[in-house]
């Protein structure tokens, strides 16, 4: 499958420290394991000259204080708190100068973020969608994308997860319901 470079992004979702690093409150192997294929897939894409996108999770440490009913912290305990070490994208992949980051503070990195401006201000129509993790963040930002009629191509093997089962719904949701599933060698970009 080739992608047009000048209309597709590689969106790297969550790829931090608070997830994929042992050391991180929500760390999960599966989430580890996902940074050299992530780091493929990004390596191929800035040649071709397509965008990159990382979203960031982060939280102000009182987020959450005073809800009704959403509380993340309720559910996973305190993870990627605002100023920490955890918030950080890991190191094995560099944010570049021309990357655009996506700080956002719930699942979807299109609520309440630029990201949709962002795209469309850069004429992005195809995301090629990576990260971590694939039943949580992956799942709900590539909802989003599809919702707002943007293409999600999920990279199957550039995407962590906790279980390997958590994985494949999220996948085979995804192909059903909103967005397209690829495997990474699979991967291409036409060339100007």
């Avoid at 580890?32 to 071709?48: F, K, N, T």
């Avoid at 963040?137 to 390997?164: N, Q, Y």
């Amino acid at each position: 499958m080739a992608f047009d470079p000048d209309h597709t992004a590689v969106v790297v979702v969550d790829m931090q420290n608070g997830f994929c690093h042992p050391e991180g409150s929500l760390y999960a192997p599966g989430s580890e394991a996902a940074i050299e294929p992530v780091a493929a897939l990004l390596d191929r894409a800035r040649d071709a000259g397509a965008r990159v996108v990382f979203t960031r999770d982060v939280h102000p440490p009182e987020q959450f204080e005073g809800n009704h009913y959403y509380d993340e912290f309720d559910r996973w305990g305190e993870h990627v708190v605002e100023g920490t070490w955890e918030t950080a994208v890991v190191a094995d992949l560099p944010v570049e100068p021309d990357d655009h980051v996506v700080t956002k503070h719930t699942y979807d990195a299109f609520y309440n973020t630029n990201l949709e401006g962002w795209l469309r201000a850069h004429d992005v129509r195809d995301l090629l969608i990576c990260g971590t993790l694939a039943n949580v963040c992956v799942l709900h930002t590539a909802g989003s994308a599809g919702l707002r009629d943007f293409r999600p191509v999920l990279v199957r093997d550039a995407i962590g997860a906790i279980e390997e089962d958590h994985r494949e719904y999220a996948l085979d949701h995804a192909d059903w319901l909103f967005g397209e599933v690829e495997e990474l060698e699979d991967v291409e970009f036409e060339s100007g």
